[in-house]
Structure formats: structure tokens, C-alpha cells
């Protein structure tokens, strides 16, 4: 089963990316993590990857479609796998699409975790964040036991640059110019599967596996 999450900055495609791996029994693949792997083990992928990044540049499609495919081809990923965070544009899903078609293969969904963006905003400036030990809160569904305070080490939350509400709708604009076509590109494949996002954490998990299949 090979399936790509789809869904905005804050959707929450990750954590259900993840729940799937889990059910599945499948390897849950995010390119952040792929580029860590290759740049810490000083593969000839990853000593290209770090070189646009040392300068601050985006990694090439064609280079993050390759250590994609190079992840996919390892034996853990033999059953499917679950993507997060790739691909991002359309030039990356093309190249995705032509390097599966070379091995006679194909992506079986893309799921779309469908939030409107009102809710992305209130849901990320609430997060909270432990920069010591990196647990996460959230003011309204994930509280701390003592407010402010890291239930893990004691030490004071922040509210992330990331999660501030004018940099979350500056994502959010660039997930819509170059992120959302996606959707209708999986659309006109035929593999696109869309859940409602805004539901219960659980229900929209029941969503997705009544949509892969038990």
C-alpha cells in the first residue's frame, strides 16, 4: 500500500501519517527525516543535499525525488509506505509518478486532510512548545497540568516563531500556490481520498482506514 498525505501546514497529515505506519505496519517517510539520515550517514545524496542547504536553497526536485526513491527501495518499504511532506509540488509529483512507473509501480492514494484555514491559524498559535526537551501542548486540547510549565521537565513553553498566527499565514499562502494543485493532480490520477480534518483525532484516523481498507 503506498500512500501520500496531502493536507496544509497543520492539517495534522503527520500525526496521521504516522497512526497509519502503525496500523499498517508500513514505514512512515517524511523527506525532513530522509535528508537527516543521508546527511548523517554521509551518503553521496545526502553530501549533495547538504551542500544546497549549507547555502540556504531549497534542495532540487530532482535530487529530493532521488533520495525519495532511494528511501522507498529499502526492504522495509517492500509491503508500501506512507509519505509526509512529499511531494510538495507538482514537478515533484511528476517526478514521483515517472520514477514509480520505472519499477511498474504506482501510488494507491493520496489523502487529503481537508481543514479550512481559520482553523489552521487558531490551532497552531495555540500550540506550545518545550524548547529543552521538545514536548508539545496545545491552550485549548493538550494542556499542561501547570500552566506554562513542561509536564516532561519542568521547564517554561514557548509559542514557536513557526506557530505565530502571521507566519502561519505565510505558509499557508505558500501551501496554496504551490502545495494545493496537488490535489488536483491525484484527482485526475484517481487516487485522491479526502477526510474532514477538523473531526475528533480518532475519527478522522476511522475516516482513513475505511478509506485503505482494514
Known amino acids: 500500500m503506498r500512500v501520500i498525505m496531502l493536507g496544509a501546514p497543520g492539517a495534522g497529515k503527520g500525526t496521521q501519517a504516522k497512526k497509519i505506519a502503525d496500523q499498517y505496519q508500513i514505514p512512515h517517510i517524511s523527506t525532513g527525516d530522509i535528508f537527516r539520515a543521508n546527511i548523517k550517514n554521509g551518503t553521496e545524496l545526502g553530501k549533495k543535499a547538504k551542500s544546497y542547504m549549507d547555502q540556504g536553497l531549497l534542495v532540487p526536485d530532482e535530487l529530493t525525488c532521488d533520495l525519495v526513491v532511494d528511501r522507498i527501495s529499502q526492504p522495509d518499504a517492500a509491503k508500501g509506505y506512507v ?3 512529499f511531494p510538495r509540488t507538482i514537478p515533484q509529483a511528476e517526478a514521483l509518478t515517472n520514477a514509480l512507473l520505472a519499477r511498474g509501480e504506482k501510488i494507491d492514494y493520496a489523502v487529503n486532510v481537508e481543514v479550512p484555514d481559520e482553523n489552521i491559524v487558531s490551532r497552531m498559535s495555540g500550540r506550545r512548545a518545550c524548547l529543552a526537551c521538545g514536548a508539545t501542548y496545545h491552550i485549548v486540547y493538550n494542556t499542561p497540568v501547570k500552566e506554562g ?9 514557548v509559542l514557536r516563531d513557526d506557530d505565530k498566527p502571521e507566519t502561519v499565514k505565510k505558509r499557508l499562502d505558500v501551501y496554496h500556490a504551490q502545495t494545493q494543485p496537488l490535489i488536483e493532480y491525484y484527482q485526475k490520477a484517481g487516487v485522491l481520498a479526502e477526510v474532514d480534518g477538523t473531526q475528533d483525532i480518532n475519527v478522522v484516523f476511522e475516516d482513513i482506514t475505511k478509506i485503505l481498507g482494514a
Open 149 to 157: 510549565i513542561c509536564d516532561v521537565c519542568g521547564k517554561e513553553l
Open 83 to 85: 509519505l509526509d511532506g
